[in-house]
């Protein structure tokens, strides 16, 4: 087939312009080179603006056909439908993909010589072929449906010499009618194949490295948030560090590891401020621990008191709510979220959706550069904070700062309430640091810009509180209205949440009511909070347990379950004072039976004794052990002095 070969006449009037054609970088070129490229481009121009070929190709230094030769090297097109361009006037430089234009070698023996471009030739006439060959690929050589776990090039060159067998290729058909039939062309097939599919990616070096596979190809999405508090993203995080609990056991004061603390953090996608954030002592994150991440960017913020000695905050560091004047509660129109189990509660699809107002996206699976801002952010915490410490377990397995994280924890003693007061210093010092994608501004800087600005800054007002849409950390239930008034007996009115009476001075008067049902919002992080609303949808203000021993010291309501089945099971006196106490003094006394071996391990009893405090704010009672095992309070010992180790406990 004869190909058009483009003169002035017929040169299409968009390639007319040579001032249009992409440039050459002439910067790597020796001098030959450069002069050869000076005297063809100064005749193209000519040639181009005047249609005299003859002055043209003399002032080229070629004959006229040659001229004509360079012409439609310019404008051969690329892949992407561009022309070449000047380019195409570097000597040896290639315009077009090698084409084969002669028959394939038949006979035995043939394919050794004056084999260039004879397998993509072969693809060509056989396309049923050419997809054969790449589900062999995507499969890494593989028998049947079933990827093969260690795929090999060798595997997928068998494989398909053995299907073109199949398919009725005879040794005198190429590829077949080589030494080697066409191994190496089918390995160099497959070799490119692979770097540029994703599936093949995915079988040859883990599904991570084919979902990689479609970054780095110069196409990205367009900006969606166009004004702070438009798109935030959040994501929880791991901490590479391990930390301790400090029990007073009977040999004085020691430090039990406990599980790696989790973080969940909130950052605005405009101002890369981060607006809230929330830690969990815990093995795995929770619902409610999001939940609580999203309630921290509306409440005002103030600095932690420091048990950590150090520089603390830097100048002006802090979150929005709170470190800039005036700023308003952050409610966010749109939360960016990935897959994992807990986005998809009820409680956040459902209960952040309705008391924000918001829309939530979920990103696919494994795709973390659908959150990249939070990603980044993670891991300068880590670069910066948690892996500088002695307890830091790494970045991954084989990482040279990974060590003997448990033992260091212990002896160098490191507090969960160090690690979170880090945490609190790290993010709010974050938003005081200058960012090269923001000019040089902070992101407490950019938020309060947008406060200050001329064309004004419209926060999100917030969702009015009715009786089936609560505040945010709030679950909305219906309880049943309990109680009695008959002869010789009465029992005031009364709801019962989790095994526990509440009323309040309005509700006990109301023996109406009973046999009926209260809408009850109870605050999760401390259900000793609760809000009632009558069967007439009338608020009926806060309501207060009726047992002292729950009233006392503030509790979640998942710590309350656990009491209570630990109260079912005789573990913890079903006639205590304080039923939240009693449960710390529990896994305090658990945590000392759990430690007794010679060698350290981290504790999940010591974790949940973390979080309890962390959540009830109470202090770890002082325990001591009987020989029977069971506890008993033990007067506070001394501390010991820094040059003494403390005794052995096995």
Known sequence: MSIARYTFRTLPEHYRDPEQWPAADLSQQDEPTLARFERFARGMRLYLKTGALGAA?????????????????????????SPVGWPALVAYQRVTRYSRRQQLPSGKGQASQGGAGAFEQFLADHEMLRDLLHSIVRKGGGQGAVASARPSLHGVAARFVKACRTFGLSDRDYPLNSKSEGRRSIERYARAFIMRDAPSMSTWYGAQAGTELLLGSGKSTFEF???????????????HCVGTVVITGPAGPQDVPIERLWIDAVIDKRARAILGYSVSIAKEISAADVEEALVFCTREWRPRELTIPGPGYAPGAGFPVGAIP???????????????SQHWAERITQGVRRSFGCALSFGPVGAWWHNPIVERLFRTLEQHGFQCLPSSTGSHPADRLRGEFVAQAMRRSIRWEELVDLVDVLLANYNATPHSALGGQTPLMVLQNHLQSQSGFLPRLSVPITVNTPRLGWSVERRYIAGRCDRGRVVRPYIQIDRV???????????????????????????RRVLAFSPTGDALGELVPL????????HSRAMRKQINALVR??????QADDFVLSYLDYLAKKTLLEVRGPHPAVSPTATQLANAARVSGAPIPHVSLAANGAGTVAPLRPLLPGHIPPPPWA
């Open 57 to 81: 190709s003399r002032e080229a230094g070629c004959s006229p056909p040659c001229l004509i030769d360079q012409l439609n090297r310019c404008v051969q097109l690329r892949a992407d439908g």
């Open 225 to 239: 948030a166009a004004a702070p508090l438009d798109v935030t993203a959040m994501d929880a995080h791991k901490l």
């Open 326 to 340: 005036g700023f308003p509660p952050c409610r966010p129109a749109v939360i960016v979220l990935d897959n994992a």
């Open 501 to 527: 009476r509440y009323t309040n001075s309005v509700l006990c008067t109301r023996f109406d009511w009973v046999g009926s049902t209260l809408v009850t919002h109870i605050y999760d992080a401390d259900c």
């Open 547 to 554: 047992d002292k021993a729950w009233a006392s010291t503030a």
């Open 569 to 574: 099971n005789g573990a913890i006196d079903a």
